[in-house]
């Protein structure tokens, strides 16, 4: 074999070796791990499945509030692995690092901070109560690129609850919540607020039922690829609910307004996170005059 | 054939003999709606500021609630919730109906839209 060919093939493999190290990678011994299209299992639904020994790159990480440690992973398993709908959340129980990088400790745990607005309030104590939803969020979406317009309105309507903190105004028991509620009538299109690919659609909700599907109702979550996702709640179902795996342009109709789930009234409950943390929709949504 | 169907309307007659008395099982409590709302009112009058609109906007979550768990799909599952209401009602303290609003998310979170959408009926917005 000629010297020059040997040099190439040294080459090479030092080329695939350095950009291979660059990417946090990771591993699991378990068969048929579950792949989930958000962290934890309350909005989540199963999307796929990792096999035994398979290589995925770990994207980012969260702490729930219970502890679980939940990993975004990309699937590297086709060709076409690039695509939307090869990304979702592994627990990260079953997965053990096989490539990080050298700083991987301290981003994981900046990550996790991050993604709650509560543990915020409590870490930070120079932040005001409350307010710290709002307070991070310009850092988080410049830190993004997210620039406000770049969603649009899914539903015109009054909003009825804004985001933040909701305080019983008898009992006093107060609660995060994580979207904004824009009342509509029954049956009005929801638009899908940004382009992506639908990563949840559950129906099968009708009105009256405040269990069905945790109290969400029929709702649906759309994934940005950016990192950014949108969610939808109560949705009607006497309009079709687009389904898992559609991608969507911006100002798509993907469902109707209703009233399924715990849900008062028809109102749409809107929600955007970045990274897998709340922000309030306001901040990303165009202002508008109602 | 025709025995066949000559016997039809009678396992239709049975079926419905043997339907009616399960769904008559489960019975949601006709007075809770009462309970419910004068638990609100006495735990309303314990904290400070009292609200203005107090005894209206009770009435206002008891009858909804008491709606709300007249639709359930199943009456056993309605009776339960306005017995949960009630119990997170009866607590006095914050802190105690904090954790016990922790029991079952769904309907807390769901009272404080009944409690909002009360509010603004009461308020006339």
Same mark, same amino acid.
């Given at each position: 074999?000629?010297?020059?060919?040997?040099?190439?093939?040294?080459? &090479?493999?030092?080329?695939?070796?350095?950009?291979?190290?660059?990417?946090?990678?990771?591993? /699991?011994?378990?068969?048929?791990?579950?792949?989930?299209?958000?962290?934890?299992?309350?909005?989540?639904?199963?999307?796929?499945?990792?096999?035994?020994?398979?290589?995925?790159?770990?994207?980012?990480?969260?702490?729930?509030?219970?502890?679980?440690?939940?990993?975004?992973?990309?699937?590297?398993?086709?060709?076409?692995?690039?695509?939307?709908?090869? *990304?979702?959340?592994?627990?990260?129980?079953?997965?053990?690092?096989?490539?990080?990088?050298?700083?991987?400790?301290?981003?994981?745990?900046?990550?996790?901070? #991050?993604?709650?607005?509560?543990?915020?309030?409590?870490?930070?104590?120079?932040?005001?109560?409350?307010?710290?939803?709002?307070?991070?969020? #310009?850092?988080?979406?410049?830190?993004?690129?997210?620039?406000?317009?770049?969603?649009?309105?899914?539903? $015109?309507?009054?909003?009825?609850?804004?985001?933040?903190?909701?305080?019983?105004?008898?009992?006093?028991? $107060?609660?995060?919540?994580?979207?904004?509620?824009?009342?509509?009538?029954?049956?009005?299109?929801?638009?899908?607020?940004?382009?992506?690919?639908?990563?949840?659609?559950?129906?099968? @909700?009708? /009105?009256?039922?405040?269990? @069905?599907?945790?109290? #969400?109702?029929?709702?649906?979550?759309?994934?940005?690829?950016?990192? *950014?996702? *949108?969610?939808?709640?109560? &949705?009607?179902?006497? @309009?079709?609910? $687009?389904?898992?795996?559609?991608?969507?342009?911006?100002?798509?109709?993907?469902? @109707?307004?209703?009233? $399924?789930?715990?849900?008062?009234?028809?109102?749409?409950?809107?929600?955007?996170?970045?990274?897998?943390?709340?922000?309030?929709?306001?901040?990303?949504?165009?202002?508008?005059?109602? | +054939?025709?025995?066949?169907?000559?016997? +039809?309307?009678?396992?239709?007659?049975?079926? %419905?003999?043997?339907?009616?008395?399960?769904?008559?099982?489960?019975?949601?409590?006709?007075?809770?709606?009462?309970?419910?709302?004068?638990?609100?009112?006495?735990?309303?009058?314990?904290?400070?500021?009292? +609200?203005?609109?107090?005894?209206?906007?009770?009435?206002?979550?008891?009858?909804?609630? %008491?709606?709300?768990?007249?639709?359930?799909?199943?009456?056993?599952?309605?009776?339960?919730?306005?017995?949960?209401?009630?119990?997170?009602?009866?607590?006095?303290?914050?802190?105690?109906?904090?954790?016990?609003?922790?029991?079952?998310?769904?309907?807390?979170?769901?009272?404080?839209?009944?409690?909002?959408?009360?509010?603004?009926?009461?308020?006339?917005?």
């Amino acid at each position: 074999m000629p010297k020059s060919w040997i040099a190439t093939l040294m080459l &090479l493999f030092n080329v695939l070796v350095v950009f291979g190290a660059q990417a946090h990678t990771a591993k /699991t011994n378990h068969a048929d791990v579950n792949l989930w299209s958000a962290p934890g299992r309350e909005y989540s639904e199963r999307i796929g499945k990792i096999e035994k020994n398979e290589e995925v790159e770990v994207l980012s990480t969260r702490v729930l509030k219970s502890g679980q440690r939940w990993l975004k992973i990309r699937v590297r398993r086709s060709p076409g692995w690039r695509h939307h709908g090869y *990304t979702g959340w592994v627990d990260a129980k079953f997965f053990r690092s096989i490539n990080s990088p050298s700083n991987e400790d301290a981003s994981t745990e900046a990550v996790s901070q #991050s993604s709650c607005v509560e543990c915020l309030n409590q870490q930070t104590p120079g932040l005001k109560k409350y307010s710290s939803a709002a307070g991070t969020f #310009s850092q988080l979406a410049n830190s993004k690129g997210i620039q406000s317009g770049e969603f649009i309105w899914p539903v $015109t309507g009054v909003i009825k609850s804004g985001f933040g903190m909701r305080r019983h105004p008898i009992l006093g028991v $107060t609660k995060l919540h994580d979207g904004t509620d824009i009342a509509g009538n029954k049956g009005k299109a929801v638009h899908a607020s940004k382009s992506g690919i639908i990563i949840s659609s559950r129906g099968g @909700c009708q /009105t009256g039922y405040k269990r @069905c599907n945790g109290g #969400s109702g029929n709702m649906l979550i759309i994934d940005h690829g950016d990192g *950014t996702q *949108t969610k939808y709640l109560h &949705l009607s179902s006497s @309009c079709p609910i $687009t389904r898992v795996g559609t991608r969507v342009d911006q100002g798509d109709t993907v469902a @109707c307004v209703g009233s $399924t789930g715990a849900s008062t009234g028809p109102h749409l409950h809107f929600s955007v996170s970045i990274d897998g943390k709340y922000i309030n929709p306001l901040k990303v949504l165009p202002r508008r005059n109602i | +054939m025709s025995l066949e169907i000559l016997k +039809m309307p009678f396992v239709i007659l049975l079926s %419905f003999f043997i339907l009616i008395p399960q769904s008559s099982e489960a019975e949601i409590d006709t007075e809770i709606q009462v309970k419910i709302k004068d638990e609100c009112i006495n735990v309303g009058h314990s904290r400070k500021p009292i +609200m203005k609109e107090l005894e209206l906007v009770c009435a206002c979550v008891a009858r909804s609630h %008491f709606d709300s768990a007249l639709k359930e799909p199943l009456e056993s599952q309605g009776a339960s919730d306005l017995v949960w209401v009630l119990k997170y009602y009866e607590k006095r303290d914050s802190k105690e109906a904090s954790d016990f609003s922790k029991t079952n998310l769904i309907l807390f979170e769901y009272d404080l839209d009944v409690v909002q959408s009360c509010l603004e009926e009461v308020r006339g917005k």
